[in-house]
């Protein structure tokens, strides 16, 4: 179902510190894993701390440096103090992806509440924006860089992905806006967007849908991916090493970008 992946370069980041929120088991341990490969220095920020634990222990083994600092990235003390750690750590931060995010219900916009809608905004939008002007002044002094992590469906017309549609959206125009502001201080920002990945969250939809139709969940992928050029779906590492060429002084003239990583589900 899937390509081989070529092993990251270990120089790309060699020697930089990179934040990491939003680390799980799916992109977030992957972006995580795959700059510690790359040469960076890691610190892992999520709430769930069994989850940074299991991630950083797989970094050690692999011979990398990786910090575990639990976030509630909603509460402003616990964004200030993933900052202040990470400095005292290190004593830099050179880079942080922004891949922290929550799955809205799936639903028509015109049915969703408000409050539901809202607290979508406070980690899908606000929190990036949050730890970003906390990290601007190390940033600055590092001539550091940005990445944000988005979705496909600013592209698609998938319906009753309304709410997400529109939080992804408002985090688009965030990074274009940080791009500006902290352009002249020396600091790059620049979003992916993924489609479909195949990790955890849609290998458990091809399973049930498969269940449901009872058909090989091999059909069901296969029908997904007939909607990419490439007839396949991207896995995490793939989105991983789309972030850490970014992170990367090998791209330094590019900022205010958004770099697609689907397979060419949708083209831009």
Same mark, same amino acid.
């Given at each position: 179902?899937?390509?081989?992946?070529?092993?990251?370069?270990?120089?790309?980041?060699?020697?930089? !510190? =990179?934040?990491?929120?939003?680390?799980?088991?799916? +992109?977030?341990?992957?972006? /995580?894993? @795959?700059?510690?490969? $790359? &040469?960076?220095?890691?610190?892992?920020?999520?709430?769930?701390?069994?989850?940074?634990?299991?991630?950083?222990?797989?970094?050690?083994?692999?011979?990398?440096?990786?910090?575990?600092?639990?976030?509630?990235?909603?509460?402003?003390?616990?964004?200030?103090?993933?900052?202040?750690?990470?400095?005292?750590?290190?004593?830099?931060?050179?880079?942080?992806?922004?891949?922290?995010?929550?799955?809205?219900?799936?639903?028509?916009?015109?049915?969703?509440?408000?409050?539901?809608?809202?607290?979508?905004?406070?980690?899908?939008?606000?929190?990036?924006?949050?730890?970003?002007?906390?990290?601007?002044?190390?940033?600055?002094?590092?001539?550091?860089?940005?990445? !944000? =992590?988005?979705?496909?469906?600013?592209?698609?017309? +998938?319906?009753?992905f309304? /709410?997400? @549609?529109?939080?992804? $959206? &408002?985090l688009?125009?965030?990074?274009?806006?940080?791009?500006?502001?902290?352009?002249?201080?020396?600091?790059?920002?620049n979003?992916?967007?993924?489609?479909?990945?195949?990790?955890?969250?849609?290998?458990?939809?091809?399973?049930?849908?498969?269940?449901?139709?009872?058909?090989?969940?091999?059909?069901?992928?296969?029908?997904?991916?007939?909607?990419?050029?490439?007839?396949?779906?991207?896995?995490?590492?793939?989105?991983?090493?789309?972030?850490?060429?970014?992170?990367?002084?090998?791209?330094?003239?590019?900022?205010g970008?958004?770099?697609?990583?689907?397979?060419?589900?949708a083209?831009h």
């Open positions: 179902m899937t390509a081989a992946l070529r092993p990251v370069m270990p120089t790309m980041l060699d020697g930089k !510190v =990179v934040i990491v929120s939003g680390v799980g088991e799916g +992109l977030g341990r992957s972006v /995580a894993v @795959r700059s510690a490969l $790359a &040469g960076a220095r890691v610190v892992l920020a999520a709430r769930t701390e069994s989850r940074l634990t299991t991630v950083a222990d797989e970094i050690r083994e692999l011979g990398g440096t990786a910090l575990c600092v639990p976030t509630d990235l909603t509460d402003d003390e616990s964004v200030t103090s993933l900052v202040d750690t990470a400095l005292a750590e290190f004593g830099a931060v050179d880079t942080v992806v922004h891949n922290a995010f929550v799955q809205p219900p799936h639903e028509r916009l015109l049915d969703a509440t408000f409050e539901s809608v809202r607290q979508g905004l406070d980690i899908n939008l606000l929190a990036a924006l949050d730890l970003t002007r906390k990290l601007a002044p190390a940033l600055e002094k590092s001539q550091g860089s940005i990445v !944000v =992590v988005n979705s496909m469906v600013l592209r698609n017309q +998938l319906p009753n309304g /709410a997400y @549609r529109v939080q992804k $959206a &408002g688009l125009a965030l990074a274009r806006s940080l791009s500006v502001e902290l352009g002249p201080m020396g600091v790059r920002v979003s992916v967007a993924p489609g479909y990945i195949w990790g955890h969250r849609v290998k458990t939809m091809v399973r049930r849908q498969a269940a449901q139709r009872g058909v090989d969940p091999a059909e069901v992928y296969a029908e997904i991916a007939a909607g990419t050029d490439l007839r396949r779906l991207p896995e995490p590492d793939d989105i991983a090493n789309a972030v850490i060429f970014l992170a990367s002084d090998l791209a330094r003239a590019i900022t970008q958004c770099l697609d990583v689907n397979c060419g589900h083209h």
